[in-house]
């Protein structure tokens, strides 16, 4: 078994003990749940997702499995089922017996070294190590961290709220020699642009959606869908002032495109995807 998880198991031990004295048959049974259920279940229910075995099971054999697993989950925590049934009864004799040996299998496993003797570790071995680590000025990591800036100063006195924030990162990495670069952009501005028309018009087939007339309906709809992104760009926004990082540009773009260009918006989105259009056709010419 992993160190790792018989350290967990120790450490879940001592802390149980300390906090609730004189009862370490309970203990025992709180570790055999998670040394049991969190790890050797999941292999035997699921032999094939963890490569116990190379071919699948049939469903009778998954449900036998199933069976087994219940019994073995009830030995670990020392649980007996009450029942009259004789044949319970003989079951129940072998849980309880089979719960002592586990108990005793659980309290080896959960009695480990601290983990700086097992990996032979102190506070002093990064003093006396004669190789020290590199700083290498390549790292990418180092490119990235160094575009982020400097972590965002601190309010006093006001709570920062507990939202995600998002931060748009561009692949500096990426290799722009790629001559099917000019393509791909055409193809994702083309799907970004489908995917605005579908929101605000129906019809049986894309081309008929897209060949369809713009009605005051549709800018109605779309306008009301703009204004809802509006007002989740702005929260996000005030969220980003609050924490004293940069505004985002997406909400400046869609509000200056809105206030631009009012009407139809629908219309000159179709006319886009036609341009894109000629200009993949005009690329697969050449």
Request: with cysteine.
């Amino acid at each position: 078994m992993p160190f790792g998880m018989r350290y967990i198991a120790m450490q879940m031990k001592e802390a149980f003990k300390a906090k609730f004295p004189g009862n370490d048959d309970e203990v025992i049974k709180i570790l055999g749940n998670l040394m049991y259920y969190r790890y050797m279940n999941p292999a035997i229910v699921a032999p094939e997702a963890f490569d116990v075995i190379e071919s699948n099971i049939t469903p009778i054999q998954r449900k036998n499995l199933a069976e087994v697993a219940k019994t073995l989950h009830q030995i670990s925590v020392s649980r007996i089922s009450p029942s009259e049934d004789p044949h319970q009864a003989k079951m129940n004799e072998y849980i309880g017996d089979a719960a002592k040996r586990f108990a005793i299998f659980l309290k080896e496993v959960s009695t480990v070294p601290t983990s700086e003797e097992y990996f032979n570790i102190d506070e002093f071995v990064d003093l006396g190590r004669m190789q020290k680590p590199t700083n290498n000025t390549n790292d990418p990591l180092r490119v990235i961290l160094s575009d982020l800036g400097a972590c965002p100063p601190a309010i006093e006195g006001k709570d920062v709220p507990g939202n995600e924030v998002t931060l748009s990162l561009t692949n500096r990495f990426a290799k722009l020699d790629d001559k099917n670069v000019r393509l791909k952009h055409i193809f994702m501005e083309t799907k970004r642009f489908v995917l605005t028309i579908v929101r605000v018009q129906s019809g049986n087939s894309l081309l008929s959606v897209l060949e369809a007339p713009v009605t005051e309906r549709e800018e109605q709809i779309w306008a009301d869908l703009h204004k809802k992104e509006l007002l989740r760009h702005q929260e996000k926004r005030t969220l980003v002032h609050d924490t004293g990082l940069t505004g985002s540009k997406d909400f400046m773009n869609s509000r200056d495109t809105l206030n631009s260009n009012p009407l139809s918006i629908v219309a000159a989105t179709g006319f886009a995807i036609g341009s894109n259009a000629n200009l993949l056709k005009d690329s697969d010419g050449q």
